[in-house]
């Protein structure tokens, strides 16, 4: 399954180089790679409590030959456009309607690819008070049990929970310039060193690329990019990106329910690192 | 007999109560909210609550067992140590010499003490979080330990506590203790296959990573008096936001009030209502004998 090419862009990028490639603003965000792999989009709206969360669009499409949800971050193109998707961050009403969606997409039997790219959840007030840990929680919940196939592709910025909230997949694909995160590296810096400038030391220090997430078994795959990053030829990325969701989702199409949920709850319950000492006989293996 | 579990029961049965910072002797102790001086013994035998303001402070993981019943507690997995899988290493720090250093300071191996106890009588699976190791942020061990919680609950059908306090996902993990989250949720529906609940009481303090996964979506939500409790802290949301935030905002009242959490339940009330919670849950779920038995059998095997 793994087309692991070697990597085409100059071997010396720097993982903060990486970062400022997945936030470059020219890079193809969530709609263009729906548009531009799949067909019939449908776009719902509305978490049906509070609003419509313009930084998370998601529908129903056709896409080789079947209708699948695609539910996604969405980044402006430009400031304006930005303003009212809020950089790509979700509020709680965002998170809530992907949960509807996936849910819906559940009910018809419609597998679910989820795109990644957020800086992080909106962190303000209002967010806080309508209940932006819930939301994020409900989103990890739904999609651990989900009886469904779930894709998460990072096709740009994969951060914190607020990224995490569409990403408990099947499978998680990540383009060669794409990061995923605990915490975007300023806010990283600004943790540790309380000094948001030591973003490229954290960067670097986090392991948030995508070849060092495949080394650290937390992703399935990377998708290789253009030289120069995936803004450099939109097309060709994004017909990458088609190319392996297709070929991914024929996988976990194939498989039956039981073994599909099994086999995601093996995924998510092995990662982690730690030494087990020998001295609880009893304790679970 | 019945009597001494009630509320009367002022103190946990906690062995020794760690030091206090900023305490003039060891006999006096200044309230962090209030600034009153409170006579040591007597804040302890209020369960360090302030008796002066009502100021919940903070209890270590071992103390929070004293919630449990005398003697019934046993821990499991105290043998899960850290690793450090990123090789994380600054100019100024190396996440394994930091791990060394608050292993000594802490005598924990990380933050957070599992096992099974019982409150008046209920056997239940117990986790709890140590804010004085790194800030009980969620790392492998946490998860691990978490995880492995609410699975040991699901096999013995008994129900789950956790006590969450926590700063977040532990940065020096990166991805995979952002990842925790996703695996402490997923075995978290092995417990609600088994149809037994979990409960998460949430104290002071409690942000990122653990408020926005497995506590946020327990059965019942329970959160002590004027904990800070909140996804992104109050300072990103002032200095980068730039937001004016009201009084109260992220406490436990401001949950309540918000719909997030069950209830405000002060500490001199948790043993009573936690034990009137779990006897609705035992008494669904038939002979609670049955599972005592196979507790009984579990811990002692363990032993």
Known sequence: ?285 | MKEFFRRTRKSFNSTESPEVPQIPDDLWIKCSACRELIYKKQLNDNLKVCPKCGHHMRLGAREWLGLLDVGSFSETDANLLPLDPLGFTTPEESYADKLKQSQQRTGMTDAVIAGVGSINGTWLAVATGDFSFMGSSMGSVYGEKMARSAERAADLGVPLLTINTSGGARQQEGVIALMQMAKVTMALTRLAEAAQPHIALLVDPCYGGVTASYPSVADVIIAEPGANIGFAGKRLIEQIMRQKLPAGFQTSEFMLEHGMIDMVVSRSDLRDVLDRLLRHYTRRTGVAEQTNHRVAAYTNGKI
């Open chain 1, 1 to 285: 399954m793994n087309e692991q090419e070697p990597t085409q862009a100059p071997a010396e990028l720097t993982p903060w180089d990486r970062v400022q490639l997945a936030r470059h603003p020219q890079r193809p965000h969530t709609q263009e790679y729906i548009f531009g792999i799949c067909e019939d989009f449908v776009e719902l709206h509305g978490d049906r409590r509070f609003g419509d969360d313009a930084a998370i669009v998601g529908g129903m499409a056709t896409f080789d030959d079947q209708t699948v949800m695609v539910i996604g971050h969405q980044k402006g193109s430009d400031t304006r456009e930005n303003m009212r998707r809020n950089f790509g961050m979700p509020h709680p009403e965002g998170y809530r309607k992907a949960q509807r969606l996936m849910r819906h997409a559940e009910k018809f039997g419609m597998p679910v690819i989820c795109l990644i790219d957020t800086p992080a959840a909106d962190p303000n007030k209002e967010s806080e008070e309508r209940g932006q840990a819930n939301a994020i929680a409900e989103s990890i919940l739904t999609m651990t049990a989900l009886r469904t196939p779930i894709i998460a592709v990072v096709i740009g910025e994969g951060g914190s929970g607020g990224a995490l909230a569409l990403s408990v997949a099947d499978r998680i694909l990540m383009q060669e310039n794409a990061i995923f995160s605990v915490a975007p590296p300023e806010a990283t810096a600004s943790i540790l060193w309380r000094d948001a400038a030591r973003a490229p030391d954290a960067a670097r220090a986090l392991k948030l690329t995508a070849q060092d997430l495949y080394a650290l078994d937390i992703i399935d795959e990377v998708i290789p990019e253009p030289p120069g990053g995936a803004h450099t030829d939109r097309p060709s990325s994004i017909t990458a990106v088609g190319a392996r969701l297709r070929a991914h989702l024929a996988d976990l199409t194939a498989l039956d329910l039981t073994t599909l949920l099994a086999q995601r709850y093996a995924k998510y319950r092995a990662i982690g690192h730690f030494e087990e000492q020998q001295q609880n006989l009893l304790g679970r293996g």
